[in-house]
């Protein structure tokens, strides 16, 4: 197999135009696996456009959790992940109902986080413990946490959702920094699961402040999966294509950007004669950095990680997801 960036890139392609696919990136991947894509978007995002497009195949650049919200959108397409152990470490600090303790360690940091999962703590006991209570699911989590939420939300929409809701309390899960942003937003009390993000909850005050020394005249935008002491410093907080939409309409033309530095080749590319800089040089996510163009085109190639949502699963998963859309 040719290594010759420019020769992988016409193998895909080609392969593509025959296998009536689309390839979807989110922002977070690596450059040259963005300048391949037909799209590059957030997470769900994509999923919608890929189910309105006329093809067989959505070969899906991203983590676990947004291949399997592809197949529940578009089931009756083939969706490959083209790196299977592309997993998300916040998504994986719920279950559905799969009772497990488990210590895990993030690769990629000098000082990983760590969580551990008490075997009594699942949705479903989190339910028991507040009956009918409606529950948000954000949409980084699993097939089965959708199945058993009430509705999906996005960072972009997770107010108006919990507000859609009846009652004066919802469960959140499971990013309690995006939850407590919520939170602080809505009237409404906010039962927060204990997860996050491993790249946004290493951001601190102090790389706040750095970073306003370093650059005075830059906005300085944050993602809602950081902290609340970051967010409440942050000058606009919003998801990545919100950051996006915000920057090239801005008058600004310097702004700190506080996620993944993946953004920052699109951000750069879609505005350049404005001038980004990222809030942390490390916030680098190292599953969303799995996928090459080597792996694309073996995923074309073999056919490998298929990923497919059981229909037991996708329908209740798909439900939540309809409401969501329902609302916003």
Known sequence: MSFDPSALRDQILRLKEEKRALILSHNYQRDEVQEIADF?????????IASTRDCDMIVFCGVHFMAESASILSPEKTVLLPEQGAGCPMADMIKADEPRQVRKKFPGFDNPP??????????????????GVPVVAYVNTT???????????????VVRVIESLPGDTVICVPDKNLSMWAAKN?????????GYCNV??????????????EHPRAVLMAHPECRLEVLERADHVTSTSGM???????PE??????TEIGLMYRLRKENPHKLFYPLRNDMVCPN????????????????????????????????SLDRMLDVV
């Open 200 to 213: 946004h909850e290493r951001v601190t005050v102090k790389d706040v402040e750095r970073a306003r020394r």
């Open 143 to 157: 097939a089965e946490v959708k199945a058993e939420s009430d509705i999906c939300c996005t960072s972009a929409n």
């Open 244 to 250: 996006l939409r915000f920057a090239t309409a801005s």
């Open 40 to 48: 590059v978007g957030d997470s769900l995002e994509l999923s919608r």
């Open 186 to 194: 809505t009237k409404k009390k906010v039962i927060a699961w204990d």
């Open 253 to 258: 033309s310097e702004f700190v950007v506080g």
């Open 114 to 131: 760590s969580y551990v999962y008490p075997p009594e703590f699942t949705l479903r006991d989190m339910k028991k413990r507040y009956p």
């Open 288 to 319: 969303m950095k799995k996928t090459t163009l080597q792996s694309v085109l073996r995923a074309f190639r073999e056919n490998i990680s298929v990923v497919r949502v059981p229909e037991h699963i996708r329908i209740p998963a798909k439900g």
